[in-house]
């Protein structure tokens, strides 16, 4: 069983920055697919990134140009590195992960999430 712990959140004022982390055991993390999702107030949650096992980056829109994934296989952690940031960015974090063998957003392993609030 994968098990996923998130770090990095807190509160940061408009236009500034954030790094979370994740770090992974229980599985081999080069086989993983690794993806970062937020659930804002009174939403549904919604996926913000993902990254390929190669190393393939995908970005919501509404993040694109602000936000960058990454993933250190050696250290089995995933970055989400957070610029420019808005209070519609405020949210709780999670980093999850897909197990399966196509790697199609089948994510089977959530963190406990951390917290980012973002004020004007």
């Known amino acids: 069983e994968v098990k996923l712990v998130e770090s990095g959140g807190g509160s940061v004022q408009a236009g500034g920055s954030l790094t979370l982390s994740c770090a992974a055991s229980g599985y081999t993390y080069s086989r993983l697919c690794m993806g970062w999702f937020r659930q804002r107030p009174g939403k549904e949650r919604e996926e913000v990134a993902r990254?390929?096992?190669?190393?393939?980056?995908t970005y919501a829109d509404s993040v694109k140009g602000r936000f960058t994934i990454s993933r250190d296989n050696a250290k089995s952690t995933l970055n989400l590195q957070m610029s420019s940031l808005q209070p519609e960015d405020t949210a709780m974090y999670y980093c999850?992960?897909?197990?399966?063998?196509?790697?199609?957003?089948?994510?089977?392993?959530w963190g406990q999430g951390t917290r980012v609030t973002v004020s004007l």
């Open positions: 999850a992960a897909d197990s399966t063998v196509f790697c199609r957003g089948s994510w089977d392993s």
């Open positions: 990254i390929d096992r190669d190393g393939s980056p």
